[in-house]
């Protein structure tokens, strides 16, 4: 399937991986619409992506802003979703420090907000078109100290399998990256990204255009319904 004269919106899409979904997208000839909370980075992606982009803010925690954001989008062909904030919890901490208000509040972004951005999404999405979610390896390499976030990215992947079969045709998959190099490393000293990847099989950290592979993958892939395509560099694997 081509993905020329598609109409794709990538909610996240003003940076790091969403941004490398978009641009990857536009060179296949798409149509881009990209979506992020600051009004500011959506005007910066737009000019960045040139004429075949345009872009809306929008906060996905609030289901009214959601709603009007796709009303402003109209019909389209793929729904990306590649906005992230872990909050207080992408850093290990004790259960017994962990406030479970502010636990469940961490979920609005990346469970509820890619939910609603779906919901709001459906209306106007072709039925031989796509969605695509993002979790992340964690959901499949629980570390000490970070059950919270382990559930928050498993959580995407039953969400995944349930969406594929409860809004079939339309298809619905999920991409799983490991570390990539996007704004959230910003700050991390080469050596110590060095040593948090020595043991892969790809011994190094991804890179935006790596990972954007697998959306337009999931995006072309017209046989393919209910997965979650791993971007890992084989840590999941040893």
């Known amino acids: 399937m081509s993905l020329k004269g ?3 919106v990538v909610i996240g899409g003003t940076s790091g991986i969403g941004f490398a979904v978009a641009k990857a997208a536009l060179a296949e000839g798409a149509e881009l619409v990209v979506g992020s ?6 005007e910066a992606a737009v000019e960045r992506l040139g004429a075949a982009a345009s872009g809306h803010a929008l906060d996905v925690k609030t289901e009214a802003d959601v709603e009007a954001f796709f009303r402003k989008v109209g019909a389209l062909d793929h729904l ?28 609005g972004v990346r469970f509820w907000g890619a939910l609603s951005a779906v919901k709001h999404a459906l209306p106007r999405l072709a039925q031989t078109g796509s969605i695509v979610l993002t ?28 969406l594929a079969v409860d809004l079939a045709p339309i298809r619905v998959n999920a991409v799983c990256p490991a570390g990539i190099r996007t704004d959230i490393w910003k700050g991390v000293p ?32 017209g046989y393919t319904t209910g997965q979650v395509l791993l971007v890992d560099g084989g840590t999941t694997i040893v």
């Open 190 to 221: 080469e050596d110590r990204l060095v040593e948090m990847t020595r043991r892969q099989p790809l011994p190094r950290i991804g890179e935006p255009e790596e990972v954007a592979e697998a959306y337009l993958y999931a995006m072309r892939g």
């Open 37 to 42: 909370s600051n009004p500011q980075n959506v």
């Open 80 to 107: 990306v979703f590649t906005a992230g904030d872990w909050g207080g919890f992408r850093n290990p901490r004790p259960l017994t420090d962990t406030d479970l208000t502010e636990a469940g509040a961490g979920f």
């Open 135 to 162: 979790n992340g390896t964690v959901a499949h390499r629980p570390q000490k100290g970070r059950p919270i976030s382990t559930a928050m990215a498993g959580a995407i992947e039953h969400l995944t399998r349930a």
């Open 6 to 8: 598609q109409r794709i």
